[in-house]
Every structure is written in structure tokens, then in C-alpha cells.
């Protein structure tokens, strides 16, 4: 059983070039999320989606840009990478119904913009 | 503005004895609480968690209690084992807002042997 599956672990990009952390579960949950985590800091909700084709802002979207045409996938896409996004990013999901069952986190894909 | 707040950045405890963490919150909204345990490299695993209901819950070597009046939580592993050495987040959700989690900065365990 894999869970939440975030690919690539790290990676290094230049100011001003773009990428897509992936993130994919294997759970049937209906809700993912993603996170960024600065050093000394919480995490933080970047962005989130309750289902195929419906996401929403959380509380720092700035910069970012998401997609959910499956249940199954919700990947992250950076479009001009800058040094305040350094960080490290998780994805997690949860079924969404109830208050039973807890968020189910990746391992985290590391990032440094240079 | 920080509505959930782990203001101890670091613990370290002897192993057997009690490790007590630490959380305050200041939205009276939040109806739900959660403890998260995190190694390096690794993605946050759910812990322990209770319901504004309740002022404690617990579950094997961990408890939680919870005081709405102080509005404050907190987390007691006892007793404390090398392997519970990790980032502690603490975090709270309110039902108006759906699932969506407010996280604390974290507190680092370090159990001693």
C-alpha cells in the first residue's frame, strides 16, 4: 500500500524556470492538499482540492498553480520559480467526510531556487 | 497571525521518564485537535487527536488533554522511548473551514538514553 506518493524527492532550479512536483494516491480520497514547510516554521496550506476538477486557494497560493482531473493525482505546478520558494512541499489527502480520519501524508519533495 | 502556537522549539528528556509538549491556540472556533510526529526525510504521521468535546484522550503510551478555558493542549508520552525522538506539530481545524488544518511551528523531542 503506498499512500501518498510525491516525486521528485529534491530538486534544484534556477530563478524564473518552471516545474511540476507530482503527487499521487492510491486511497480513493476524495481531498488533497498541498503544504509548503519553511524552516522553524508549521506548515502551510498552498492550495487544495475536494474532488476531480475542484480546487481552492488556501493560505499562501501565491506563486502556485494546481490541476485535479483525477481522483488519483493533484500535482503542483511552479511557473517562475523564485528564492522565497525554497521550501520543502508535501502533499497529503483524507477521505473528507467525518472527523475520523486524520490527513495522510508524502514524504516530501525538497526544493531550492538559486 | 499565529492561531496555533508550539512555543517550545526543542524538549529533550531521559528515556523513561515523561515528555510533555506543548500547544496553544487562539481561534475558540477550532472544534478538532491533532498531534502529528515527523522523522527527517519523512512525511508527518498522524499521532493522537481530540475532540473539543472531550479534555482527554488517550491512546497507549500517549495522551492528550485539552483545556478549552486556557485554550491549550497538550501532548504526554510516557513513558518516553529513544525512537519517539522527532518534530512534534501540533494542529487545529475548524468545521466552518472543512478539513483544512492550521499547523503549529513544531517541537523537536529528544529522547535520551
Known amino acids: 500500500n503506498a499512500g501518498v506518493t510525491q516525486t521528485p524527492k529534491f530538486r534544484i532550479l534556477k530563478i524564473g524556470q518552471s516545474m511540476t512536483l507530482q503527487c499521487t494516491q492510491d486511497?480513493?480520497?476524495?481531498?488533497m492538499y498541498w503544504y509548503r514547510q519553511d524552516p522553524g516554521m508549521g506548515l502551510k496550506l498552498i492550495y487544495y482540492s475536494v474532488g476531480a476538477g475542484i480546487t481552492d486557494k488556501g493560505e499562501v497560493p501565491n506563486g502556485y498553480n494546481v490541476s485535479r482531473s483525477t481522483t488519483e493525482d493533484f500535482p503542483l505546478r511552479l511557473e517562475l520559480a523564485a528564492p522565497s520558494q525554497t521550501s520543502v512541499y508535501f502533499c497529503a489527502s483524507n477521505p473528507g467526510q467525518g472527523v475520523r480520519e486524520p490527513q495522510h501524508f508524502g514524504d516530501g519533495t525538497r526544493l531550492s531556487i538559486l | 497571525d499565529q492561531q496555533v502556537k508550539q512555543n517550545s522549539p526543542s524538549l529533550s528528556v531521559q528515556e523513561g521518564r515523561i515528555s510533555i509538549l506543548n500547544c496553544d491556540y487562539t481561534?475558540?472556533?477550532?472544534?478538532?485537535f491533532l498531534w502529528y510526529k515527523k522523522y527527517p526525510a519523512e512525511g508527518p504521521t498522524f499521532l493522537i487527536s481530540?475532540?473539543?468535546?472531550?479534555d482527554k484522550n488517550e491512546d497507549g503510551r500517549f495522551t492528550v488533554f485539552l483545556n478549552k478555558s486556557a485554550k491549550h493542549l497538550s501532548l504526554h508520552i510516557v513513558p518516553s522511548q529513544p525512537g519517539d525522538s522527532a518534530v512534534y506539530f501540533c494542529?487545529?481545524?475548524?468545521?466552518?473551514?472543512?478539513?483544512?488544518?492550521?499547523f503549529g511551528a513544531g517541537t523537536i523531542l529528544r529522547v535520551k538514553s
Open positions: 494542529a487545529a481545524r475548524n468545521m466552518e473551514y472543512g478539513n483544512k488544518l492550521v
Open positions: 481530540i475532540s473539543s468535546i472531550k
Open positions: 481561534n475558540s472556533m477550532f472544534d478538532y
Open positions: 486511497m480513493n480520497h476524495n481531498y
